[in-house]
């Protein structure tokens, strides 16, 4: 901040404590009732901050003049804002401490400076700019509302912000199921390579290996699937069963 001031121009430097003394900011005092404090309010906000005040209280250096706060706080503005008086509230004769006018030249061309510098940057602006459009969308609610509460149509209004904030966030949904399916990445199948040797048979699962096989009610197939005797050659069992080799062995 004391940068963008000529040394020689300043009066004072005044640090201002919190009553809890955890914080503290600095209030320089210079020419043309000007001044500036670390907190930023006179610069970000177009506001005289408190720490200013309580320095006015301590210091007859320190002016308070209406050029320090921005046109846009006034309903009306000043034709020549210049010939205000400044004022002061500290004397060191009287300690009842009455306002004091003095008839100053007041040049706030550097507040000027680092307002558009600090205060008007493109992350400013931008924020600015949302809550001027939320200001207005506000406006138009707050109207729309009173009008439907006097005709008596408050739940036809309901159902139609009703029916646009859905219709919104399923449009909301589907651009970001869109940017989510854009931001993936291109996944490709595993390389395989081949090992030497025969290749391996698939192991089964466990459900695969309980299943029975079912038949496909072809004659090869049901012919396979029975056993043939190796003494009678009959179909159906085997010789371990055969009731002709029982025979046999008991004659």
């Not at 005040?53 to 046109?71: E, Q, R, T, Y």
Request: aromatic content about 10%.
């Amino acid at each position: 901040m004391i940068t963008y001031l000529n040394h020689a121009n300043i009066h004072e430097v005044w640090r201002v404590t919190t009553i809890e003394q955890n914080k503290e900011h600095f209030v320089v005092i210079y020419d043309n009732a000007n001044h500036l404090c670390t907190c930023m309010w006179l610069v970000t906000r177009g506001l005289v901050c408190r720490h200013f005040f309580s320095v006015m209280f301590n210091s007859d250096k320190a002016m308070f003049h209406i050029g320090l706060i921005p046109d846009r706080w006034y309903n009306e503005k000043f034709s020549d804002f210049q010939e205000e008086p400044a004022i002061t509230i500290f004397s060191e004769k009287n300690t009842v401490k009455p306002m004091y006018e003095h008839q100053v030249r007041p040049d706030f061309s550097l507040l000027h400076e680092i307002r558009h510098t600090q205060a008007f940057s493109e992350t400013v602006k931008q924020n600015l700019s949302h809550q001027a459009k939320y200001n207005q969308g506000f406006g138009y609610a707050k109207k729309a509302i009173g009008l439907a509460l006097e005709i008596g149509c408050e739940d036809e209004l309901n159902n139609m912000l009703q029916r646009w904030i859905k219709e919104k966030e399923n449009e909301t949904s589907f651009r970001q199921l869109e940017i989510n399916k854009e931001n993936l990445p291109n996944i490709s199948n595993p390389y395989q390579t081949r090992t030497k040797g025969a290749p391996r048979k698939r192991i089964k699962s466990a459900l695969e290996g309980n299943q029975k096989q079912k038949s496909s009610g072809t004659a090869s197939s049901t012919h396979r699937s029975q056993y043939i005797c190796s003494h009678c050659k009959g179909i159906g069992h085997n010789a371990r069963s055969c009731g002709l080799k029982e025979k046999s062995k008991s004659k």
